[in-house]
């Protein structure tokens, strides 16, 4: 009886402690998204040799303590998109959004949205809500006013 015990209690153990290092994982995973950005002056600047792999960024700017989170992604056509991490149905859930190849995937609704459609033309439903930039030169410059009107999402 006392074997038996024994390995109950260390499979108890083991799966304690399989449990803690995946929620420990995800925890540190969602921490790490997002690169914390600052302003300069009237606008906020990335540079594009950040985005030359095709792959998503994501990026945290505070306003009086509020925390805006969005995205900046080169689309397979070679053209820069931005967008907030969140949409105009899901982003009360505050799961935002995560790339899968060329598509940019909402994780509360898993609908996905091709990376080259992100703009202004798409609107409403759960696209990732859109966020005007500028491309001038070798960055990507957003205007503060346009990343604050976000706020609301966050």
Request: charged share 20%; proline share 4%.
């Amino acid at each position: 009886m006392a074997t038996k015990q024994t390995k109950q209690v260390v499979w108890a153990v083991v799966i304690m402690v399989a449990l803690l290092a995946g929620a420990v994982s995800v925890f540190a995973f969602t921490l790490g998204k997002y690169e914390k950005v600052k302003a300069n002056g009237p606008v906020l600047s990335i540079p594009t040799a950040k985005l030359a792999d095709g792959k998503a960024r994501f990026y945290q700017f505070e306003d009086n303590g509020k925390q805006i989170a969005f995205f900046v992604v080169k689309a397979p056509d070679g053209s820069y998109r931005t967008a907030f991490d969140a949409c105009d149905v899901c982003y009360k859930e505050k799961k935002g959004y995560e790339q899968q190849s060329d598509k940019m995937n909402c994780k509360n609704c898993n609908q996905k949205f091709a990376t080259n459609r992100i703009g202004p033309n798409s609107t409403g439903g759960c696209n990732p809500s859109y966020l005007p930039h500028q491309q001038s030169g070798n960055a990507i410059t957003i205007n503060l006013a346009d990343l604050k009107a976000g706020a609301r999402f966050f």
